[in-house]
């Protein structure tokens, strides 16, 4: 079973950046993130495939946010630039054996979360 661990959240003025990173216990296929603001569903962010080559990213955050990964360190990395107010959510990193799935349904291991925070 896939263990993952989330961090790098934290406080940034709107303009600024942040990088996530997420450690895996266990070989994962499809590694991606997602994030939940209060009263809103979770919702699909980025994802990257195994040789980290093939990648999806949600409207909202193409050309800002960029999605890698570091097998030798089994470690995924969400680069955040030009953050947003509307940015701000609890972000979560999800490994799945499915290739690049943008549903919550598609993944089936989960981190605990980690709270971005961006301040106009």
């Known amino acids: 079973q896939v263990q993952l661990v989330e961090s790098g959240g934290g406080l940034v003025q709107a303009g600024g950046s942040l990088r996530l990173s997420c450690a895996a216990s266990g070989r994962a296929y499809t590694m991606a993130w997602f994030r939940q603001a209060p009263g809103k569903e979770r919702l699909f962010v980025a994802a990257?495939?195994?040789?980290?080559?093939?990648?999806n990213y949600a409207d909202s955050v193409k050309g800002r946010f960029t999605v890698s990964r570091d097998n030798a360190k089994n470690t995924v990395y969400l680069e955040m630039n030009s953050l947003k107010p509307e940015d701000t959510a609890v972000y979560y990193c999800?490994?799945?054996?499915?290739?690049?799935?943008?549903?919550?349904?598609?993944?089936?291991?989960w981190g605990q979360g980690t709270q971005v925070t961006v301040s106009s």
């Open positions: 999800a490994a799945s054996g499915r290739p690049l799935g943008m549903a919550t349904r598609n993944y089936d291991y």
């Open positions: 990257i495939g195994w040789a980290g080559i093939s990648t």
